[in-house]
C-alpha cells in the first residue's frame, strides 16, 4: 500500500491558545474575562472550522475589475469573491470595529477587541485590512470631534449589522511614494462651498470600502506636509456612481491576493476637511496609531497560526524512523520560533493595554509617552518577525511548505506585506528616535523595562532578567552620548536601536508573565521562551532543559 502524509489539522484555536489564555487570567478582572471567554471560545471554533475552510478553500479566488458594463457604459466596479463577503458579515456580527467603542469593559474593551480580531485575523485572507482601516477612521473622526462627519459615518463603521455596515479606506500613497507623503500631488480645489480633488492614488487598500479619509493640498498652501490637508470622501454618490473618480487597475501584489488593492485616479471627487485645510499629516495621525497596533496584531496572528499548524504536523511527519515532534533539532527550531512569538505578543497586547487607558481616560503621563513609543517599536519588531517566522514554518514542513496545495506559500507572502504596511522599518526607526527625543520617554522606558523585569524573583528568570537590564542601560548610556561629531550615526543606528529595544520590551514582558504564573509547570515553559529569546548563559539553559518539564510541541 502506498503511503500518504496526513497534513496538519487545528483544533479550538482559543482552547488551544495556552499563552493567550494565561494572558487573559493575568490581564483581565474575572468578571470581564468570564462575560467575553465564550464568545472567544466561539469565534476560536470558527477560526479552526469554517472560517479556516473557506480561507483554504478560497485562496485562489481574486476580486475582478469590471471596467465597463455591456453597453459600454464606464462603471469601474469592483467584484470581490463570495469569501470576502462572508469574512466581512462575520466580523462585522462579532463587532471587531465596534467593541472598543461600544466600551462594555472599559479600559479593558482594546484587550477584548484585539484577542477576538487574533483569533479571526489568520483564518480571514486578510480581512482584517479594512477592518483596522475602519477603526482607525472611527477614532480619527472622534479625535478630531467633526460633529457632522461623526454622525454621517461612526455608526455606519461601528454597525453589527451587515447591512447596514460601512468599512473606510486611508488613501496616502502616491506616484511619489509612500513614506514621504509631504510628496503629495492630489490637488484640493474648492468648488462653491465644498472641495474637489483631483490627482492619483498609486495603492488604495479595499478599495470596495464605503468611504476613505485621504490626503490633498488645497491650492495655495505650500509644500510640504504641513501643506496637505485630511479630507473625508465618499466614493459612491447617492445614485451609486462613483464619486469623481476613475478606477485604473487592481494591483498585481505578492501576497493579499483577495484584497482589493487599486489605482485611482480622481477627476473631482467631491469631498469634505475633517480639521481644518493645513496639517494633514498631522491630522491623521490617530489613524496610524490604530492602523500600526492592527499590523502588529496582525503579525503575531500569522505567527501562531504558522506555529499550529507546524506542532500538529510534527506529530504526523515520520522521518528517521521517529515523528518530528521527538527530533531534538526539531523542537529546538520550534521553540525558538515559539520564543520570538511570545515576546511579539506580550509586545503587542502591551500597546493595546496602553491603547484601552488611553481611550478611557485613565492614561497617565508616563502611559501616554510609552504608548507614542511602543506603537512604532511594535509595529516594526512583530512585523520583521512574522517574515522570518513565515519562512522558518515553510522550511519545517519541507516540500510542502513550498507547495501551493498545502496553502502553506501564503502564510509567507500575506506576511511579507506587515513590514511595508504603515510605516517600513527604517521609517519607523527614525520615528522611535523621535519619541525616545521626547522629554521624559527614556525615563519611562527605563522605569517601564526595569520594574517589570526585576518583577522577575524566581531562579530561573535571573539569567534573562540580567540580559534586560544590561540591554536597558547600554541604550540609555548610548542615548544620552553626545554624538555631535558624527551625526550621521544616530541615523545609521536607528534600526538597530530599535530592534535591540524592541527584543529587550519584549523580554521584559516575558519575565513579568512568567513570574505571574502560578503553575510551576507553565512557569517552566514560558522560563524556557525567555532563555530561547535572551540567548544567556547557556549552563543555566541546560538545567532548564534537563528538567522534566521542558518544553514540548503543545506550543501556546
Known sequence: ??????????????????????YLERTLPNEVRAQIQPELQEMGELAAGELFELSFSSRKDEPQLVSFDPWGRRIDEIRVPAAWKTFAKIACERGLVAIPYEAKHGRYSRIHQFAAAYLFAP???????P??????????????????????????????????????????????????VGLSETAARRDGNSWRLF?????TSATTSEMTLT???????PPGGKGLALFYL???????????????????????????????????????????????????SPMLQITRTWNALCSIASMRRGLALASDYAHRRIAFGAPLSEKPLH???????????????????????????????????TDRLL???????????????????????????????????????????DAQVLPIWEGTTNVLALDTLRALGQAGTLEALTEELTARANAATHAELQGARKSVITTVERIAEWLRRPHSDDPHAVEAAARALAMKLGRAWGLALMLEHAQGLPDRGSRRRSALAAHQLSGCDPDFLDGILATDEAPTLAFG
Open 1 to 22: 500500500m502506498s503511503f500518504f502524509q496526513q497534513g496538519p489539522a487545528l483544533g479550538n484555536q482559543f482552547d488551544a491558545d495556552r499563552l493567550l489564555r494565561e
Open 123 to 129: 483564518s480571514s485572507c486578510v480581512y482584517t485590512c
Open 131 to 180: 477592518l483596522a482601516m475602519s477603526d482607525g477612521a472611527v477614532r480619527t473622526l472622534m479625535n478630531h470631534r467633526n460633529t457632522a462627519l461623526i454622525e454621517r459615518a461612526v455608526p455606519r463603521l461601528i454597525s453589527r449589522d451587515p447591512q447596514r455596515a460601512w468599512t473606510s479606506g486611508q488613501w496616502m500613497t502616491e506616484r511619489t511614494g509612500g513614506s514621504d
Open 199 to 203: 490627482g492619483t492614488k498609486w495603492f
Open 215 to 221: 490626503l490633498a493640498r488645497p491650492e495655495g498652501n
Open 234 to 284: 465618499e466614493l459612491r454618490g447617492p445614485d451609486g456612481r462613483l464619486n469623481g473618480m476613475r478606477i485604473n487597475r487592481l494591483k498585481d501584489k505578492l501576497g493579499t491576493r483577495m484584497l482589493p488593492t487599486a489605482e485611482i485616479e480622481l477627476d473631482g471627487a467631491q469631498v469634505e476637511p475633517v480639521a481644518g485645510l493645513s496639517d494633514g499629516v498631522k491630522a491623521i
Open 331 to 365: 523542537l529546538q527550531t520550534l521553540a525558538e520560533l515559539q520564543a520570538q512569538f511570545q515576546a511579539c505578543f506580550l509586545l503587542t497586547f502591551r500597546a493595546v493595554e496602553l491603547l484601552g487607558r488611553e481611550e478611557a481616560n485613565e492614561a497617565t503621563d
Open 371 to 413: 504608548l507614542r513609543l511602543i506603537q512604532t517599536i511594535v509595529k516594526l519588531w512583530t512585523a520583521k518577525h512574522a517574515v522570518w517566522n513565515a519562512s522558518e514554518i515553510l522550511e519545517a514542513f519541507g516540500g510542502a511548505g513550498y507547495v501551493e496545495d498545502s496553502g502553506l506559500p501564503a502564510l509567507l507572502r
